[in-house]
């Protein structure tokens, strides 16, 4: 007898169950996938960490008896020890290399949280660097612009503008730049910076000389454009009138470079007159006849959060203040002499910090001898309305704070590390000179290498007197 087999209806999902299981599938993504993504960051982090740990061991070990003194050196050691360091980069893509040569160390740097990952000594070194500022002694492990692309004066410009972020430009020769071999926007001349915004020069030990036009036309500042970067190393820069000026979010580095500026008419050597202008000046000397050697603009919001790091170099003033801000900027200066006739720094608002510094006032104006402290050199009379604008402010060696009843409302605070203060004068100017108006305060902190008795406190009454404080203590009002 044959048995009949019957096929039996297969039961399927109902759409219940099946919104169900996706319902389900959907959850155990939402919790596990993020988690997913954690552990691979943790695990790409921990790689970057283990392979800057591993090339800090390098560097160390081979720069006991021989230390780099440049990146490039140091690239070196790391190519020989088997890091192709021309193309390393971080597993973690919101970070980058930096190699630290004050430190002679690779570090992981957070484009996104615009932090220092790793070493922990870095980073509490640099822990003050909160808002993306990055210092003078990094430089990007990976980066190409040591490409060189040599070329002659003849052909100098046009190689530059033709080049791409990725070369650097390296003069065979002196050359001069006037008015027809720069273009023109607003009236100013333009830097001749190529299509990707980052420009790299080697000046190869030559000399480039801008002669923009003759003093008091708007041509003669020397503009470096909004949010454009300019590298120069390797030489001398001169100028005939007006320096440089650097517009919104636009950076000027210089390395190894000598500035000279012979005019007496000109306004400076350096403006960084845009809002979050970038100088960074290292090994550099900039002298200058001019009014100032660096300087912002006068008042109101124009070139606030300015930085200015200045390193191993000096600015030398003999016309007027070496740096004078007159807004909100971080001036980082390690290393360095900071000179001016009739003052030697001036921080109206903003925070400044001089470590292992010189701070002088030159006293090339001594014939003057009809001002005294609350008096002005350039007008001669008593600030019986407060401070002006410009160099209309106390002279002295630091000047620290502001005396205005109305544009210059800000905070200002100087720190001094094992770092002299002189004035060279002998009429009477003060050394370091503390002042504050309103509702502000000046804050001043110095160590064992600062007299307490070079520190003078504003003793005007005709304004209302902000606070002031030095290392901690309150002395006004």
Not at 403 to 414: E, F, L, P, R, V
Request: hydrophobic fraction near 35%; charged fraction near 20%; include cysteine.
């Amino acid at each position: 007898m044959v048995r009949k087999f019957e096929k039996r209806a297969r039961k399927a999902f109902t759409i219940v169950e099946l919104v169900i299981v996706i319902a389900v599938i959907a959850i155990l993504a939402a919790v596990l996938i993020p988690t997913f993504v954690y552990v691979v960051d943790k695990a790409r982090q921990s790689a970057d960490v283990q392979a800057v740990r591993q090339m800090n061991e390098v560097l160390v070990s081979e720069s006991v008896t021989d230390p780099p003194e440049n990146v490039e050196e140091a690239k070196e050691i790391l190519r020989k020890a088997g890091y192709n360091v021309d193309s390393f980069t971080p597993m973690d893509a919101n970070c980058i290399f930096y190699y630290d040569s004050s430190e002679n160390k690779i570090l992981i740097y957070d484009q996104e949280e615009k932090k220092i990952l790793y070493p922990q000594e870095i980073a509490e070194k640099y822990a003050d660097y909160t808002d993306g500022q990055l210092s003078a002694n990094w430089y990007v492990l990976n980066d190409k612009t040591y490409e060189i692309v040599d070329t002659a004066a003849d052909t100098f410009l046009d190689t530059l503008k033709n080049s791409s972020s990725y070369q650097t430009v390296r003069l065979t020769g002196d050359i001069t730049i006037d008015q027809s071999d720069v273009t023109t926007s607003d009236g100013h001349a333009v830097f001749p910076s190529n299509e990707d915004g980052i420009t790299n020069i080697d000046c190869g030990g030559n000399t480039i000389t801008f002669d923009l036009g003759t003093s008091g036309t708007s041509l003669n500042d020397l503009y470096i454009e909004d949010n454009e970067t300019v590298r120069i190393s390797n030489g001398t820069i001169e100028f005939k009138e007006e320096g440089f000026a650097v517009a919104d979010g636009a950076s000027l580095s210089l390395e190894n470079v000598v500035v000279n500026m012979e005019s007496e008419d000109s306004q400076s050597a350096i403006f960084p007159s845009g809002t979050a202008s970038e100088i960074n000046l290292l090994n550099t000397q900039i002298y200058t006849g001019s009014w100032y050697g660096i300087t912002t603009n006068a008042n109101g919001t124009s070139s606030w959060d300015v930085v200015i790091r200045i390193e191993n170099s000096s600015v030398v003033a003999t016309n007027g203040p070496g740096i004078l801000v007159n807004v909100p900027c971080t001036v980082i200066a390690e290393n360095s002499t900071i000179q001016g006739d009739g003052i030697g720094v001036c921080i109206r608002g903003g925070k400044a910090t001089f470590e292992r510094c010189e701070i002088i006032e030159s006293g090339n104006n001594s014939g003057v001898e009809d001002y005294l402290p609350e008096f002005s050199i350039s007008e001669k009379y008593p600030f019986e309305n407060g401070w002006g604008q410009g160099n209309m402010v106390q002279f002295g060696g630091l000047i620290v704070g502001d005396w205005n009843a109305g544009a210059y409302n800000y905070d200002a605070s100087c720190t001094l590390i094992n770092t002299t203060v002189t004035v060279r004068d002998t009429v009477g100017l003060p050394v370091i000179y503390l002042s504050q108006d309103g509702n502000n305060t000046t804050t001043l902190n110095y160590d064992s290498s600062v007299s307490a008795a070079s520190v003078t406190i504003n003793s005007a009454t005709n304004l209302t007197r902000g606070t002031i404080y030095v290392n901690g203590v309150k002395k006004q009002p």
